[in-house]
């Protein structure tokens, strides 16, 4: 009701509005003075005072209010039941003064709804999308933003039906369909440009409802997603291409240690056969040798190839100690051509744990080739290898591998177990990756830390049931 009289005095023109009030004060004076004191008809002048302070302006209203209190003086002059002639003009003060209150209240709820309505209006004007209202009933646009304008030309010469048909959304549906969303992404045929279109319903006037639609562009941010796209193409095929060079790098770098121990195995045999001493008995175990360690070069490939492929390890039972004496094995030629001296403690030489036996000892293999060449520029009465399985923990078995070399280098504690790392002018910095990365893979872990009398160890710890 208050919407609907608000929309009547809104229409009303100015000149009308003070002609009106006058004849409305001029009728309630005349039915105040008709009727009497008793009645108290003045409350009724509030509707011309209000109506002018809300129409014109303030002082129009407070105009209003002193011609109403004034016919109010003049009517009620010789009927007032006062008797002394101050009260009566007491009154009317008041009467003038809440005259006058309401005639500005009236004109600062006028002024505060038109200043919210120009913020909005200049929100909704230099908002950076098209904005529209539509009435569907007739096909019509009744308002448009300076954007809407640009998008669509002039607003009264195109049918609301016909703008719309130029847009589909992105499943390839027009938008007029009303089984999607009203919120969705459409393309513009006519410009090829993307919006994120949002649309509702609202009150339009007394008894109406028409469409908003908002339309915002977002073609950059459409092609800023494409080329994302692309960009995690191009960075999956890399990863691809890195994924492959460490593979390859990985084989060459495991089979690199049985094809040594084959070479030096044969170069024996061959030193032996050029001597006039033919030894059968010696010959036959070296070439026993040479064979393992072509079945331990084909099970590496196998079980590396596998291990990358599923990035999970095959475990079975295996004992520490078969474990140690396996990777002294491989290691052994490499031990003594550097004439280290080994010293093994292991208190509990037959614990089990679940683990892949190629994978491990491949890693326990590398942790003592590394520890040897760390103790290359040393004396050679000084170079010991203290190998120590640690059984204290009921879930964890640990392998330490300690040297008697220079050290670690405190800066590179934190990136020697990455990828390519390497301190060594030759290396490939792949073993102790790999060896971190076969840990891992058995829910464990590998670490290294200096020793106080020099050198350094490197911890091995693996859980005892494969998790």
Known sequence: MVEQLAGYFDRLSK??????????????????????????????????????????????????????????????????????????????????CSFMVVAWLSARLRSALNQADERFFRVVEEVQSAIYVMDEEHAVIAYGNPDMKALAGNLKEINARSFEARFERAEGLPVSCESLSS???????????????????????RDKRMKLVVLTDITEQKSAARLREKYFEGMHHSAQLITLAETASTLAHEINQPLMVIATYTDACQRMLESRELNQEEISPILKKCHDQAVRASGIIERLREFIRQRQPKPTACDSQDLLTSAMEITRPQLEESQVQVKIINPVPNTIIEADNTLLVQALANLIRNAVEAMDAIPVEQRLLSIKVIDEKPEELLFCIEDHGCGLDHSSLDSMFSPFFS????????????????????????????????????????????P
């Open 15 to 96: 000149l009308r509005c003070v002609v009106l009030s006058l004849v409305l004060v001029a009728g309630i004076a005349i039915a105040d003075y008709t009727s009497g004191y008793a009645l108290r008809l003045s409350l009724l002048y509030l509707i011309p005072i209000g109506l002018t302070a809300w129409v014109v302006n303030l002082p129009t209203g407070i105009g209003t209010a002193v011609l109403a209190s004034a016919l109010w003086l003049l009517s009620f002059q010789k009927g007032h039941f006062y008797q002394e002639q101050i009260f009566y003009f007491w009154e009317a003060i008041i009467m003038l």
């Open 183 to 205: 919120d969705s992404t459409v393309k513009d045929t006519t410009t090829g440009r993307w919006y994120w279109r949002q649309s509702a319903t609202i009150p339009w006037g």
């Open 423 to 466: 301190t060594k002018k030759d290396g490939l910095g792949l073993g102790l990756s790999i060896c971190k990365s076969i840990a891992e893979a058995h829910g464990g872990k590998l670490w290294a830390d200096n020793n106080e009398q020099g050198g350094a160890t490197f911890y091995l710890a693996l859980p005892k049931i494969y």
